[in-house]
């Protein structure tokens, strides 16, 4: 390895799984970690679902101690901000004024949540994204609001509104698509899921936009582009995440909706990133893509922390081209993705019914099985997923017997 040194820059799951990978292949230089929250490295799928319905305790959630991360021999630099880098010169620039000469680098700064603009200094109104986040708005709902309002039904906000539901709290979701998580699963499943919650209580409104946020130290109705009004205690936003990668602007890496890696996860020499803020061409589906799923900042991180170490002059490069994975928990529903889904592709139910909201549905583009969903289908989900791997065509995988 050209390295002697590596500085990890993000100390969450991808970060943390990298600094393994790298001590697992037997590199035993310095790893440091420079995180900017208090925490160490926590699991971040528990916070809408567990700890928001108070059945976990924060301490839970952590994937790491710090007698674990000092046997890892990882320095650990947390409530530090990384402000640049600069590749020509090596240097990284922290928040606390230090400028690190650094050697390997490898970025896991993740993203964050996009806001509604106006309603920043309002009390009452919540992102989740970080465990802090998680925490001030458990803390409002211990305070026993009488209607939430969420705004976004993607998978943060379809699971903050399920979870919130169960805790007796009256919830309205509010939503600019036909359906809920439609850009993703398509208006056909989407619909079912909208289906869900109707049928759990939930005031769901498609089709329409956020005007306002109205109140005046504290939220207390949002305003609908559609002219309602709808009262609310408490205020949750899922519309998204960014890629925290603006700080690398003037680097001398391309920064374009993450930082672009190459097929192998090499930002440039000696760079590598990984988890929701890289950007790389995945051969497997002929795209580039950004991931922001738990899965990938697992499998990405250990790739990348392999690249940076095998460098040098005669390592082969091993190209990044995972199946992408992920799963979402709403109410008594197990929802699972594998792969990628585009408009267009064609699609066919090969276990279960709509009806029973038990089901796996194939998606095919070109004759090649590259999608399934499944609601409760873990099995299924997990077999297909293989198939994709192994580049199965969609009417063997339709045809299988799983």
């Known amino acids: 390895m050209t390295a002697r040194s590596v500085t990890i820059v993000g100390a969450a799951l991808a970060g943390l799984r990298g600094a393994e990978a790298l001590r697992r292949d037997g590199f035993d230089g ?3 970690m420079v995180g900017e929250e208090a925490h ?6 528990p916070l809408s679902k567990q700890f928001l319905s108070g059945e976990w305790p924060a301490d839970r959630t952590s994937l790491i101690g710090s007698a674990q991360l000092s046997e890892l021999d990882v320095a650990a630099r947390l409530s530090t901000r990384a402000e640049s880098f600069e590749l020509s010169s090596r240097v990284l620039e922290l928040s606390d004024g230090e400028r690190l000469v650094v050697d390997g680098l490898m970025i896991t700064t993740g993203s964050r949540a996009r806001v509604l603009p106006g309603g920043e200094r309002m009390t009452g109104l919540h992102v989740l994204r970080s465990l802090d986040d998680a925490v001030g708005l458990r803390a409002d709902l211990d305070r026993s609001p009488s209607r939430v309002v969420v705004v976004g039904a993607g998978f943060i906000g379809a699971e903050v509104a ?27 499943i989407g619909a079912i899921c909208g289906e869900i919650h109707r049928e759990q209580g939930v005031d769901l409104r498609t089709g329409v936009g956020v005007d306002a946020i109205e109140g005046a130290e504290r939220v207390e109705a949002v305003r609908l582009s559609d002219g309602s009004r709808v009262n609310a205690d408490v205020v949750v936003v899922g519309i998204g995440a960014i890629p925290n990668s603006e700080w690398l602007r003037g680097s001398g890496l391309t920064v374009d909706d993450g930082i672009l890696c190459d097929e192998t996860c090499l930002a440039a020499p000696g760079v590598v990133a990984a988890g929701d803020v890289a950007r790389w061409p995945n051969r497997r589906f002929g795209e580039v893509m950004r991931v922001e799923h738990w899965d990938n ?21 091993t190209e990044f081209t995972p199946v992408p994975w992920f799963w979402s928990d709403q109410y008594d529903r197990k929802i699972q993705m594998a792969g990628r889904v585009r408009p267009g592709d064609r699609s066919q139910l090969v276990t279960g019914s709509f009806d029973e909201r038990r089901f796996a549905v194939l998606f095919g583009r070109s ?18 997923k293989s198939m994709i791997t192994d580049g199965v065509s969609f009417a063997d995988a339709v045809s299988a017997d799983v």
């Open 162 to 188: 399920s979870t919130i539901k169960t805790l007796g709290i009256d919830v309205t979701v509010v939503e600019a698509g036909r359906n809920p998580l439609g850009r993703v699963l398509g208006d056909e």
């Open 40 to 45: 160490l490295p926590y699991d971040r799928p």
């Open 297 to 317: 900042a697992i499998e990405q991180a250990t790739h990348a922390a392999l690249r940076l170490m095998h460098e040098g002059p005669g390592d082969e490069a």
């Open 367 to 384: 004759d090649r099985l590259m999608g399934v969903v499944g609601f409760n289908r873990p099995r299924h989900v997990m077999r297909y």
């Open 30 to 32: 310095p790893i440091t």
